[in-house]
């Protein structure tokens, strides 16, 4: 078919001048035509595009219309996590974070950025060639949701960047967001017709980017904001987060006008306050300020720490305080025995959630705040997220009020309650003898970051352990449709998926298996680490607390915790039981574990540029063959690992007498040649 140029011309010129005016309007907030000249412009495109089919690209403003779907999200592996960042309450845990980072790097004075911290939902958008290809929601940091169909209705993300001068490949990262006003208008719609009424902003934006019907999404007014971006290899040189705002900025790719380079943490609490100040007037909710070391080089040599990059911290603004009555006071058994007092309020609304009930944290906290029942408190959720008692209103304190006693007992299995020397946490000793400890146990095992079982709620597990179905986790899959058919809730249809989702779980990861068993003290990340550096569970039940805490971020309590797990029968016991059941995983260390005499039980430090590897590569290396890296140069290293440019830490190294070795000497311990 031979295609007129001038239609042709026509089409890409409409293009070009459409997402100009939605640049104008949805980035700009400066409407340059009428919206009456804009929807002629858009229905002269849509007229050109229908005539000629063989003309629409996925990059054409037209496409930005949803579809609908009838499968759920595909799940998308992020080529690098999305980490989620360390807070500060206080300016004492900011100026922390400062002194740690000079430290760290041996210098006085550092440039940081700092911008607001959205209170939305994360996303990364990845164009290949220049066109808008994947979208992904952050998901647990290392798996997301492919939303890109969802993504294209939002008309502040541009389709097609407009720049001759890219990388064939380009991660961005960022926050969807709604209005404060859009939002009070979309739910005033909402409830005309009858329809969900949202909280929030921010959960009004979740839930409209993860429908499966884009066309739902399209309707929703959402809007991006970028904060990252990642271009892959060396096309561009780009030395500072602001120099990749910058070029953001000139892809038209929206991003925040309120960035600011400042020096030292005077010029991030100067920051801090004037946002602070602005909060209430911004267009947007925003729970924070975010502070990033500005050098991207520096940034590689502090790295990260667990989930969380160490140049970089969130400074939470004052938690929101709202006025309610405690009616009681009761306590809750945890999946590890903690026995937490809950405070049973007046129903109020916090940050925009209903909050019935805070928690009271352990018996010294509540001495301390001196709650009473009857009290009149104020109420605020930590961090935003978790409900909690800020303190007594004690001019109002009424004198029918009631001390809360803690229990002596379990009130879940009877057990006397126990407080180790130095704890502030009382526990029930009963371990899966307790009925609450089970149940919480279970609950942990199918969530979605352990073994992921869709449909293994609480309630179906209370009629599962009332009903003797299954005692422990290992149970689980010892049930099928006939079994599930004689409880309550149950029809053929909905016994068939939860046993289709149990099945679906045996095929996992060994960090979501070791992260499922609940030891004390290994969250998410630990478990992700244990499964990197010993590659199996038989590996892992093997070690010592002395080649446990080899482990990154692994100290003596976690290691002890650990190790009396593996070495309880009746732990090794269900263990063997769910690995009989089916469970099962790749190997997931990167080499067969040959610890090196020098490196294994070690600390090291690195500095400077490496001849072949990376900084983060180098620390893996170690880590796996059972060292420890950390940040600064002290007594207890015993190993510099130095490179070109190494600079004040191998100063120190030379003044302690601490070992310096080459990347060539590391290599040579391992037994390996790496041109």
Known sequence: MVIDKTIAQRINALRVEIQKHNFDYYVKDNSSITDNHYDILFRDLIELENSHPDLITTDSPTQRVGAKSNVSFAQVTHQKPMLSLNNAFDELELKAFDKRIKDDLGIKDIEYTAEPKFDGLAVTLIYKNGIFDLGATRGDGYTGENVTHNLRT??????????????????????VVMFKNDFIEFNKGQKRKGQKIFANPRNAAAGSLRQLNSSITSL??????????????EYKKINTHKDGLEFLNNLKIPTTHLIRKVTNVSGLLDYYHKILKLRSTLPFDIDGVVYKVNSLNLQDELGFVSRAPRWAIAHKF???????EIIGI?????RTGAITPVA????????????TNATLHNEGELRRKDVQIGDYVLVRRAGDVVPEIASVIKSKRPPTTKIFTMPIHCPACNSKLTREDGEAITRCPAGFLCIAQKKQGIMHFSSRKAMDIE????????QLLDSELIGNVADIYNLNVEKLLNLERFASKSAQNLIHSIEKSKATTLGRFIYALGIRGVGEATAKDLAKQFGTIENIM??????????????????????????????????KDLLNNGIGWRNEAQSVVNFSTEINGSTFVLTGT???????????IIQTHGGKVTGSVSNKTNYLLAGKDAGSKLELAKSLNITVISEKELMKWLGENKK
């Open 154 to 175: 939002i008309r502040s993300i541009p389709l097609k960047l407009n720049s001759q001068d890219l990388p064939p490949r380009i991660e961005v990262r960022g926050e």
């Open 220 to 233: 929703r007014p959402l809007r991006f904001f970028a904060y990252s971006i990642d271009l892959i290899g």
């Open 318 to 324: 004052p938690a929101e305080e709202v006025e309610s």
């Open 330 to 334: 009761d306590v809750q058994v945890g």
């Open 344 to 355: 049973r309020l007046k129903p109020v609304i916090v940050a925009g959630v209903t909050v």
């Open 455 to 462: 449909g293994l709620g609480e309630k179906i597990i209370d």
């Open 542 to 575: 093997r070690q010592t607390t002395k080649t446990l805490e080899a482990v990154h971020d692994i100290g003596p309590t976690v290691s002890k915790f650990i190790y009396q797990y593996c070495n309880n029968k009746t732990n090794q016991e269900l263990i």
């Open 610 to 620: 490496l001849p072949t590897l990376k900084r983060e590569e180098a620390k893996e």
